[in-house]
């Protein structure tokens, strides 16, 4: 019996349109153009280079507030550049879809940053101009300081937020997948008939959080829904993924990614979808060398370079507590744990020893996605954590382009080898790309509100 083929594995290239993403300090090198994120120029190379360089997607982050509580405030963030200042990821995409054929472009955007009725014609309006290659990545925000810009007393509870994430999708799902019909738009130019009205519908959707009588503003692009990325980790965000993410983000070991696959593949078996309906993308920063050796110095040059604040300021904010009142230099030892908070604790306690600093802590933030090696160490690493049950990676960049460019060169062309990375690319959305099919499956809920789909009929305009 021959033995199965290989998985193939798909890659995203990750960034974000700010100054500095995830490894704080390094914006000042020679070697990367970062600082000209406001510019066009950096954009259209990368994503250039992806294209060629058959990468999936371009990953956009983004967030809508400040990390504030460092230090009592955003001082440390905006000297460093860390995620402020920060600018729309989405206004990018056209611009770097009209020099590439096949690149893909996932953008972040929070269920409370946008009405939903609006943010759907956007979503269709890239997804035109694409020609099929979007994604987004759902998020309900965590910083503090964005719900107040939003209008917000304070940030609505963990689970809350899903909640209203959940009717979010639903306004959604009946605008993009419901309310035209794919025969509505006839271009009829003998009859004066652009498109027949009794095939376009409102939706009279009527939920928890939101009351939308539709119909949706645009005609029905190549993908309707765009590719639905997400990237929550708690109990709750694992079943909102479970129930509406076609590709999950996740940071963990290889043994952990186990249990998380397991786990969301099982919930979404409740939900009627099958396990191959997710895919799971955890993230890896490649420092790639010719040999382990010239890698390994590479790796170190670039830990050394590395701001110990910016990682502090960022792990502050992720983690809800000021480590601007410890001493970044002290060995976590040395402090009285039953004196810490329990996330302080919680953090300290992930120390691999206690002559570890919170500053040591930082730097591991940074750098806990580092895979370093020659191309064949790299491209087995990959392949187990394939076996474990990833079915592609984020690219995380420490230099851009070079990061990328690196791995191109290098690693790509050995997992080519191997079969675990497409060699060519071919026409497509960015879901026939990931999944063989342009549209939501009908084992998607998103499918369920389909006409003659089990999800009712929606109103026809009179």
């Known amino acids: 019996m021959s033995a199965a083929p290989p998985k193939r594995l798909a890659f995203n290239a990750f960034s974000m349109n700010c100054v500095s993403h995830i490894h704080h300090g390094l914006w000042g090198r020679p070697d990367t153009r970062q600082m000209e994120y406001n510019t066009l120029d950096p954009w259209l190379e990368l994503a250039r280079i992806l294209d060629k360089g058959c990468i999936d997607a371009l990953f956009l982050a983004d967030v809508v507030g400040l990390y ?60 035109h101009l694409t020609r099929g290659r979007v994604g987004w990545n759902i998020v309900t925000s965590y910083l503090p300081g964005a719900a107040r810009n939003l209008g917000l007393e304070e940030l609505p509870r963990h689970d809350d937020r899903y909640e209203r994430a959940d009717d979010y999708l639903e306004v959604l799902y009946k605008l993009l997948e419901a309310s035209w019909d794919d025969d509505a738009v006839v271009g009829d130019t003998a009859r004066g008939v652009y498109a027949e009205p009794g095939r376009v519908h409102t939706i009279d959707h009527v939920g928890p959080y939101y009351q939308v009588p539709g119909p949706h503003l645009s005609e029905p692009s190549p993908q309707r829904t765009p590719v639905l990325f997400q990237a929550g980790s708690s109990d709750r965000g694992r079943e909102f993924a479970a129930r509406h993410a076609e590709a999950m983000f996740v940071v963990s070991n290889r043994a952990g990614l ?145 990061t990328f460019v690196d791995f191109i060169d290098g690693v790509a062309p050995e997992l080519q080898r191997r079969g675990l990375m497409r060699a060519e690319n071919e026409p497509g959305t960015l879901r026939d790309r990931l999944f063989g099919h342009p549209r939501l499956p009908d084992t998607h809920p998103g499918a369920h509100v389909r006409r003659g789909n089990g999800g009712g009929r929606p109103a026809v305009l009179s």
Do not use: C
């Not at 230090?71 to 550049?81: A, C, K, L, M, N």
């Not at 929070?110 to 997804?127: G, K, N």
């Open 258 to 402: 186990a249990k998380i696959v397991a786990d969301v593949r099982a919930r979404a078996a409740r939900y009627g979808r099958r396990p191959e309906d997710i895919k799971f993308f955890p993230g890896i920063t490649p420092i790639v060398g010719g040999t382990e050796a010239e890698a390994r110095a590479k790796e170190a040059e670039l830990r050394e370079q590395l701001s110990i604040e910016g990682g502090l300021a960022h792990m502050s904010g992720s983690i809800g507590a000021d480590l601007g009142e410890l001493d970044p230099h002290r060995p976590i030892g040395s402090y009285d744990f039953n004196a810490m908070t329990g996330l302080l604790k919680g953090l300290a306690e992930t120390a691999p020893d206690r002559s570890w600093t919170f500053g040591d802590l930082a730097k591991r933030q940074m750098t806990g996605q580092f895979l370093v090696g020659s191309p064949e160490q790299i491209a087995d690493r990959l392949a187990s954590f394939a076996e474990a049950g990833a079915d592609g990676f984020n690219l995380v960049y420490t230099t851009t382009p070079g």
């Open 68 to 127: 504030d509580n460092y230090r009592g405030g955003p001082e440390t963030s905006i000297r460093e550049g860390m995620q402020v200042p920060v600018n729309d990821p989405m206004l990018l995409i056209p611009a770097m879809a009209a020099v590439t054929e096949h690149l893909g472009f996932a953008f972040t955007s929070s269920v409370l940053s946008e009405h939903p009725y609006i943010f759907a014609r956007r979503l269709s309006t890239l997804d």
